[in-house]
């Protein structure tokens, strides 16, 4: 009997489980005691430049083409890795093309005589397009462009008082380069010249160079921001240009290449007037020649953008490319990619710098000149221009 209550129990048990798991999985029931509420969190609406930013990429997207021009050796290197990653990341296909700044220029305005409007984005030095783009009319504001916060942090470029204007108005021409190593302008030749040796941009006027130097001429637009430079720091001006054109016999190259090349033939023991670039690829296939001095001199290293400044052309074909292409540039990928594709200091302070190369990499602590970021530059670097002309005039030159 025992046995037999104790078996009905356990069955009525058992049936009583059943019955309140089969309540429990009926979606009809009616639970004894309600469920814990799990939390969610609502959609986060979108920013306004969010939606900007997703609407233009479609504007873009649909006019499908970027024209680009970038001068010299840079619009050849940011051809490889950076415009490619850009036209993948926006479906927008980017036509290149590369050379000398004097060339497009002639180019460009020739076009816009005939009334052909072919290009969207400059890349280039602050020259050209302070002597002849903007006096030609071929220039928008660029700053009229520039939606994306990254770009418009004041204290995400070098300064901290926000982008860097090469143009007087402070509004066409951005320079995004901000190259701070010590010496660029003095590259030489190592079989001919001891470093140690140079402790002032005035060592170079020592007898045994005069008519050994080589440079680009400083009358063209490829090399203005150097003679501004040489023009406006305290510690050189007239002084350092007069002897330097009249008295030293410098020989005059019209393009960087043959300059560096004359100059690793041992012909000359000293390249100026831009020849960094094309100097440190001869040093790099094994050449006695150097692209900087390395060392503290008396007056002072500088800050360059060089060939490092953007500015959108007027009449662009594809104005919503346009736009998205100079703010994605401008921004922290952007500028990443660019140090990436050829060594150059981005003026971002921003972002990694382990990809720039050491004699372009901004130190601290050190007492720079910037020339291109006063906002008289432009005055100068005509001033400086006219001055030179009429010191090689005198020479015969």
């Not at 143009?167 to 190593?181: L, P, Q, S």
């Not at 594709?341 to 972002?351: H, L, T």
């Amino acid at each position: 009997m025992v046995t037999k209550r104790i078996v009905l129990l356990f069955g009525i048990i058992m049936v009583t489980a059943l019955l309140v798991a089969a309540c429990g999985s009926d979606p009809t029931a009616t639970p004894t005691t309600a469920p814990k509420a799990t939390a969610t969190s609502a959609p986060t609406a979108p920013t306004a430049f969010e939606t900007d930013w997703a609407a233009l990429q479609a504007a873009a997207r649909a006019e499908g083409e970027l024209q680009l021009f970038a001068s010299g050796g840079f619009g050849s290197v940011i051809g490889d890795t950076l415009l490619p990653f850009f036209s993948e990341k926006f479906g927008i296909k980017v036509v290149n093309s590369s050379g000398s700044s004097r060339q497009e220029a002639d180019r460009v305005l020739a076009e816009r005589d005939a009334g052909v409007y072919s290009l969207d984005v400059w890349i280039g030095g602050s020259g050209t397009s302070t002597t002849r783009l903007i006096p030609g009319n071929v220039l928008d504001p660029v700053i009229d462009l520039l939606i994306h916060p990254e770009v418009l942090d004041d204290s995400a470029w070098y300064g901290g008082n926000g982008l860097i204007f090469a143009d007087a108005a402070r509004t066409h021409v951005i320079g995004f380069m901000a190259n701070g190593g010590y010496y660029p302008e003095i590259t030489f030749n190592t079989d001919l010249v001891n470093e140690d040796e140079i402790t002032s941009f005035y060592d170079m006027f020592d007898p045994k160079y005069k008519g050994k130097i080589i440079m680009q001429d400083p009358r063209l637009g490829g090399t203005l921001n150097t003679t501004a430079f040489y023009y406006v720091h305290p510690q050189l001006g007239d002084e350092f240009l007069t002897r330097l054109m009249t008295e030293m016999e410098p020989a005059i190259a019209d393009d960087a290449r043959t300059a560096a090349e004359e100059l690793a033939l041992g012909k000359y023991a000293f390249c100026l007037f831009s020849c960094q670039r094309e100097v440190g690829k001869l040093a790099k296939e094994g050449l006695p020649v150097k692209n900087e001095v390395t060392h503290l001199l008396t007056e002072g290293p500088q800050i360059k953008m060089g060939s490092g400044a953007i500015f959108s052309v007027n009449q662009p074909p594809n104005p919503n490319a346009q736009k998205l292409f100079v703010n994605w540039f401008l921004s922290k990928e952007g500028q990443t990619l660019m140090q990436q594709a050829n060594g150059e200091d981005s003026a971002r302070v921003d972002i990694p710098k382990d990809s720039v190369f050491s004699e372009n990499r901004r130190q601290p602590g050190i007492p720079y000149v910037f020339p291109e970021a006063d906002p008289n530059f432009v005055e100068n670097q005509n001033a400086a221009v006219e001055y030179v002309r009429g010191l090689l005039a005198s020479v015969g030159r």
